[in-house]
C-alpha cells in the first residue's frame, strides 16, 4: 500500500570515481556558502531597530476606567469563562457609598488576577466582555525572574487615571457589529456606528 | 653594525606586530565573515563595525581565572602554549614582504632573515610546532587533551610528508634554490609558480589546512568527541596563547602560498606599473606597492581558508589518514615524477 508518491527506494550503491573524489561536491558547497554572502541579511538589530507591529497587535491587558475614572469592570465573570487558557480569576464585591467615583456599577471586582504565562493572547476575554472594561494593547508582558512576578493583579492591569491608554484601535467594526445583535446589547458606553462614520 | 641592529631590530617588531595585528583582526573578520556566509550580521557592537573587539576579546582572556591542573606537569603545562606561539612567530622571519629598499645609497631587505635553506626552515619549524600542542596535551593530564595532542601530532606529521614533496616540484621548477627571497625574486619576470605547479599547490594548499588544523581537519580540537582536544584543560591567557597562535599561522600559511605560489609582492605589469609612474628601482614607493599587493593576496588566501571552514564539515578520522596517505602522498609523488620529467626535456635537470 502507498499513503504517499513520495516514497524513495534508498539504494546503497557504489560511489562513482567522480563521487568519491569529493572535489565536484566541495565545489558545490562552496558555490552554495559563496552565494550567500550576496544575500541580504534578515537581522533587526534589536534594541536599536524594531519590527513594525500591528497597529491591534494583542499584546498586555488593560482594565479601561470610563471618562470619569471610574473602573468599568463588574466582574462578571464572563472574561473568565471565555478564556480559553483559564488565566483569569476575580472576586467581586459590593460597591460602598463614596465610592461611586471608582466604580461604575454597583459592584467591581475586588481582585482582578491574569496568569500572563497561562494567556495565549487570543482576545476572547476582550469580545467577551461586555462591559467595555478588557482590551489587549500593544503593550508587551515583561520578563521576569520568577513565575509568581507573571500573575498580574489589579495594580497592573488597571488604567492609571493620569496614563489613559487609547484602545480605539481594537475596537473593530466587526465587534461593534456583533455587540449590536439583541441579547447582547447591553452596553451603551460606545456606538459603532459613530466609528463607521469616521472611518468612511 | 649598530645602524645594522638597529634597521634588524625594526624589521623583528614591524614583522612581529604585523603577525599579531594580523591574528588579533583575523579572529573578527573569522566571525564577520562566517555571518556573511551565514547570512547574519556578525559582531558590530564594540566600536563602528565591531572594530574593537578583539580588544574586548584579549581583555576578556586576560581576566579570566588563570587555571593549572594539580595533576598536570606545571612546567610543561606553560612550556606547551609558549611553544607553540613561540614557533609560529618564528615562521614569519624568513618571508621578505617587499622589495628592498634603497636609501641613502644603502640597500635594506624587508625580511628578518634571509636564509638559504628558507624553506627548509620553514619546514623545520612547523614541525617543531607540533611540540607545543603535544606537550601541552600530555603535560595537562586528561585524556581527552592526550587524544587531541595524538591526533595533531599524526595528523602534522602524516600531512607534512605530501607537503615536503609537492614542495620539493616547486624548488625544481624554480631551478633549486632553497631562499624564498630568491623563488619571489624569479616570479617578477615570468609567470607565477602557480602556472608550473598547479596540482602541488593544491596538495600544498590541503596540506596547509590540515598543518594549521583548520576546518575540515581540525580534529585535535574537535569539540564533538574531544571536548576541546589538546586545549581542553586551559583557561584564560594560555588558551588565548592557542587561538592566537593558530590564526599566525593561517596568516603566514597564507603568505607563504600567496608567495610560493603566487608571486608575492610582484603583480601583472607591475614593472611597467612603476616606470610609468618614474619610480626607480630601490624606492620606498616601490616596496610599499608591492607590500601591498602581497597583502592583498594574503587577505585572500585568509578568506579562502575561512570560506572552506565555515562550508565543510570535518573529516571522520580514517577518511583524514586516508586522504593524507593514499590520496595526496601519491599525488605529490605523481607531481614530483612529471615535474621532474618535464624538466629533464627542458633541459634544465643534469644528471
Given amino acids: 500500500m502507498q499513503l504517499t508518491n513520495r516514497r524513495k527506494v534508498v539504494s546503497n550503491k557504489e560511489q562513482s570515481f567522480a563521487e568519491r573524489l569529493y572535489l565536484p561536491a566541495v565545489a558545490k558547497g562552496m558555490f552554495i556558502t559563496a552565494s550567500h554572502l550576496f544575500k541580504k541579511t534578515p537581522t533587526t538589530k534589536y534594541p536599536e531597530q524594531t519590527r513594525p507591529m500591528a497597529p491591534v497587535y494583542r499584546g498586555q491587558h488593560v ?29 467581586s464585591a459590593e460597591r460602598k457609598k463614596g465610592e461611586e467615583s471608582l466604580y461604575r456599577e454597583e459592584k467591581y471586582a475586588k481582585t482582578y488576577e491574569i496568569n500572563m504565562l497561562r494567556c495565549i493572547f487570543c482576545g476572547l476575554c476582550e469580545e467577551a466582555c461586555p462591559k467595555e472594561a478588557i482590551f489587549l494593547t500593544d503593550r508587551i508582558v515583561d520578563a521576569e525572574y520568577e513565575r509568581e512576578d507573571f500573575v498580574y493583579g489589579k495594580d497592573k492591569l488597571v488604567e492609571k487615571t493620569d496614563k489613559r491608554i487609547d484602545v480605539t484601535k481594537r475596537q473593530t467594526l466587526e465587534v461593534a457589529e456583533f455587540k449590536k445583535i439583541e441579547g447582547t446589547k447591553h452596553n451603551t458606553l460606545w456606538d459603532g456606528k459613530k466609528q463607521l462614520k469616521d472611518k468612511h | 653594525m649598530i645602524s645594522f641592529i638597529i634597521y634588524k631590530a625594526i624589521v623583528c617588531l614591524a614583522v612581529f606586530l604585523l603577525s599579531l595585528g594580523v591574528a588579533a583582526y583575523a579572529t573578527l573578520w573569522e566571525r564577520k565573515f562566517a555571518a556573511f556566509l551565514q547570512d547574519r550580521v556578525g559582531p558590530d557592537k564594540a566600536g563602528p563595525w565591531g572594530l574593537l573587539q578583539p580588544l574586548a576579546d584579549g581583555g576578556k582572556m586576560f581576566f579570566k581565572e588563570e587555571i593549572i591542573p594539580n595533576v598536570s606537569n606545571r612546567f610543561l603545562f606553560i612550556l606547551g602554549p609558549s611553544l607553540f606561539m613561540l614557533t609560529s612567530l618564528m615562521t614569519g622571519s624568513v618571508i621578505p614582504w617587499a622589495k628592498d629598499v634603497t636609501i641613502d645609497g644603502k640597500t635594506y631587505a624587508l625580511q628578518i632573515t634571509d636564509i638559504n635553506i628558507g624553506i627548509l626552515y620553514l619546514l623545520g619549524v612547523v614541525s617543531i610546532g607540533v611540540y607545543g600542542i603535544m606537550i601541552a596535551g600530555w603535560a595537562s593530564n586528561n585524556k581527552y587533551a592526550l587524544l587531541g595532542a595524538i591526533r595533531a601530532s599524526s595528523q602534522m606529521i602524516s600531512y607534512e610528508i605530501a607537503m615536503g614533496i609537492s614542495i620539493i616540484a616547486l624548488i625544481i621548477t624554480a631551478g633549486g634554490t632553497l631562499s624564498i627571497r630568491e623563488i619571489l625574486a624569479q616570479q617578477d619576470q615570468g609567470l607565477a609558480n602557480i602556472v608550473y605547479q598547479p596540482l602541488g599547490f593544491i596538495i600544498f594548499f590541503v596540506c596547509a ?38 590564526y599566525i599561522n593561517m596568516f603566514i600559511s597564507s603568505a607563504i602560498m600567496a608567495g610560493l ?21 630601490g624606492s620606498w614607493v616601490i616596496s610599499l606597492i608591492g607590500f601591498g599587493a602581497y597583502f592583498t593576496k594574503i587577505f585572500i588566501f585568509i578568506c579562502v581558508f575561512m570560506w572552506v571552514r565555515w562550508t565543510l564539515p570535518r573529516f571522520r578520522y580514517d577518511q583524514l589518514m586516508n586522504l593524507g596517505w593514499r590520496t595526496l602522498l601519491p599525488l605529490s609523488l605523481l607531481n614530483l615524477a612529471i615535474t621532474v620529467a618535464v624538466e629533464y626535456f627542458r633541459g634544465n635537470i643534469h644528471f
Avoid at chain 1, 482594565?63 to 471610574?70: F, T
Avoid at chain 2, 585535535?220 to 593558530?246: D, I
Avoid at chain 2, 605560489?261 to 610609468?276: C, T, V
Fill in chain 1, 63 to 91: 482594565l479601561k476606567r470610563d471618562e470619569n475614572g471610574a473602573e468599568r469592570c463588574t466582574a462578571c465573570g464572563l472574561c473568565a469563562v471565555a478564556c480559553p487558557a483559564e488565566a483569569i480569576t476575580m472576586e
Fill in chain 2, 209 to 246: 589546512l590540515a598543518e594549521t588544523n583548520r576546518a575540515p581537519f581540525d580534529l585535535p580540537e574537535c569539540e564533538s568527541e574531544l571536548v576541546g582536544g589538546y586545549h581542553t584543560e586551559y583557561s584564560s591567557m594560555k588558551l588565548g596563547l592557542f587561538l592566537f597562535a593558530e
Fill in chain 2, 261 to 281: 605560489y603566487f608571486g608575492g609582492y610582484n603583480f601583472p605589469f607591475a614593472s611597467e606599473l612603476y616606470s610609468a609612474m618614474g619610480l626607480e628601482e
